[in-house]
């Protein structure tokens, strides 16, 4: 068939300026007031990449008592801020919601480019987009997502990035129906450009969000099954994925992959149930392929991914059952799969396409009102983020801390303060790490030890101060069980209202000690009560002989300086990990792991000083040959 260029370009005008009036006002905000999202941390990692380069062989020192920084998130989005940030000199904020407003307009316009593909009709691709934009089936027909979204129950993508922060997801959408395009294309035509084209749209999916590139897999696997395809193709498809997983390796290393299945699996929520549904749902759809066998494959297509997303997002929502990590989130996927059947039935009935325009109207009149009504800067000095996060950096500068609730996620956009978590849990690599902060958060167990054994998982990661949100407190996230058990334990040295912040006193500031070898843990904690050798640990901190002094001489290199008498060790409290190694006085020194993933070394430096150096690059970086 002839392509119509000049309705299909008036089309996708209209669809760009209905979606432009949307969310133009976000494009030129700067903090926004919805502290209570994720938002923080990815503003850390592009204000980060404004001032040094990160590559995949990095440490970062800031989050989780340290990380390689390919565990970090995706470096995409961040990256791409802070160039943005640069070449405009403005702020890394406003290049940040720059770009997510960039992403929020054009994802409808490939939503639009999509559906044309698929369903060769003008007026199905624009049913698709308007849908797409101005609905989210998904809040219509489960109660939970609608009471979150308040009035923005029909802007879900816009919602997501306010008030979740979900900003690299909302970017990845932008891009995942091209790369579903490029991969029809690819596997229809057989053409080198389109495997090429295929390549670097999956490539660029999987740096910028995970949860975008197994919904772009799940969405590929769905086409092949619907499309009525030769065996040649399947071998196509394999070459693209091999393909891209030789472009992103440098930042999807196997350690990395290891690292999110497990932390994946310690947080996932459904157990074997997980498994049963996911299997019932490869069977339905394979039963629902059979019973459509005479639809055309556009039909298929749209009815696979609507039930395929639709039971994943459901399953999450209603029963806690999550067949894929955080299965709610994949419900901008399900939104599109209803959409393009929408986008179908209007393109067979005339007077169903003059219905929905008349509603588009009244959606978009109040959608608009909507977006504009959420679109307001902050006051970001008055926000309690900011004014915890210079309190900390004002009284212990250089030294780690407990920033717990939002605070952990915004303590990096505002200062350089290492923390014991502020990251996102399945990327950490220290499982004792992970269940000192649990037992602080819960005091589960604890009874009325609660608090001392928080203090000392608190100080056996070297953690200086810890911020408290109260019940009444001004954060929407109260993450403490008891937020109250440290009233009395601990100096209080700021509060405000129901929020305070407590001091860990300490003898040295310093995240290097000099103990005894035989205070070290030994043994893993079997859970976050087992603290007998983490108490033994921090009391020899008490009554080290000495102070070593302990300096970052940039994110993935340190220098301890100071005297360690004989017969002792030196604990360095930043995470265990291979790529770490260390000199003594220039001598090659063997780095090990204590009982609770912490570095430790044997420095034996006779009675002169220790001059020790700490270098990390990760160890699957070096394999690569396409990144620095």
Known sequence: MSIPWRRLTLAAIGVFALNLAFHYPYATLGYTNFWSSNEGAFLALARAQQTQTYGPADWWPYWNAGLPFVNTYQPALPKLTAWLANAAHIDVVHAYHFITATALTIAPLAVFALAFFLLRSVSGAIATALAYSLLSPAALIIPRLREGSGEMWGLRRLHSALVYGEAPHVVALALTPLAWLAFAWMVRSRRFGALLVTVILASALALTNSYAAVAFAIGCALYLLAADLRIFSLGIAAAAAIATYIVIAPWWPPMLLRTLAAGTEAVAVGGHARRW?????????????????????????????????????????????????????????????????????????????????????????????????????????????????????????????????????????????????????????NRAQMIAVYTIYTGDSAGAHDADISIAWLRAFGAAAIFVPGRHGRDDWKPFANPSKFEGKLPLVWQSGDDRIYELPTKSSSLAHTIPKDALVECPPVHGLDTFEVERYVNALDTEPGVLSFDWQGPSQARIHGQVP??????????????????????????????????????RCGSGGCEIELTFRHPEARRSALWP
Request: net charge positive.
């Open 277 to 429: 549904w996911a299997i019932a749902i490869v069977v339905s759809l394979i039963l629902t392929r059979r019973i459509l066998n005479t639809a055309k494959p556009a039909t298929r297509y749209a009815v696979l991914t609507t039930l395929c997303f639709g039971a994943i997002v459901v399953l999450s929502m209603t029963s806690g059952v999550n067949v894929l990590f955080h299965g709610y989130r994949y419900q901008h996927e399900f939104d599109f799969g209803v959409a393009l059947l929408l986008g179908i039935v209007c393109s067979r009935r005339r007077t169903v396409m003059m219905v929905g325009l008349a509603l588009t109207a009244t959606l978009f009149v109040w959608n608009l009102r909507v977006a504009h009504r959420h679109a307001i800067e902050s006051r970001y000095k008055e926000s309690l983020p900011y004014q915890v996060s210079k309190v900390l950096e004002q009284r212990y500068p250089n030294r780690r801390v407990m920033a717990t609730s939002s605070e952990a996620f915004w303590l990096n956009e505002f200062t350089n303060l290492p923390q014991l978590s502020g990251g996102h849990d399945p990327m950490g690599v």
């Open 566 to 603: 004989a017969g002792n060790v030196v604990s360095i409290q930043i995470n265990h990990y291979p790529g770490w190694t260390a000199k003594v006085n220039g001598r090659p020194t063997a780095l090990h792991a204590d009982g609770i993933g912490l570095m430790w070394l044997d420095p």
